[in-house]
């Protein structure tokens, strides 16, 4: 099970906090990642890690402006948001990937999903 908290509405260049706590002993080795969707719009990624929290990927459009990070011990992963621009609004959902998954980018490659959790930017 994931569980998202740390949504919110702030304002443009302003900062989140995103963390995804994980139950069950298999957190610590599977990738991880961060999806978001706003409305009418299709699920996109935003950012991933590995099991171990060396390889890091993000979409273009949050790069230099998001962090993901992970803490195994603590079944937990985060995404910290700065700068954050109106076009950030979506709700975000936590995902854990499906093991040997060929990539991080799709929806399909997604084993599960968390509730979301909604990220408003005002202008």
């Known amino acids: 099970q994931l569980v998202e908290s740390g949504g919110g509405l702030v304002q443009a260049g302003g900062s989140l906090r995103l963390s995804c706590a994980a139950s069950?002993?298999?957190?610590?080795?599977?990738?991880m990642g961060w999806f978001r969707q706003a409305p009418g719009k299709e699920r996109e990624f935003v950012a991933a890690?590995?099991?171990?929290?060396?390889?890091?990927s993000y979409v273009d459009s949050v790069k230099g402006r998001f962090t993901i990070s992970r803490v195994n011990a603590k079944n937990t992963m985060y995404l910290q948001m700065n700068s954050l621009k109106p076009e950030d609004t979506a709700v975000y959902y936590c995902?854990?990937?499906?093991?040997?998954?060929?990539?991080?980018?799709?929806?399909?490659?997604?084993?599960?999903w968390g509730q979301g959790t909604q990220v408003t930017v005002s202008s």
């Open positions: 069950g002993r298999t957190f610590s080795t599977s990738a």
């Open positions: 995902a854990a990937y499906i093991s040997g998954s060929g990539s991080y980018y799709y929806p399909s490659d997604v084993g599960s």
């Open positions: 890690i590995n099991w171990s929290g060396s390889r890091l």
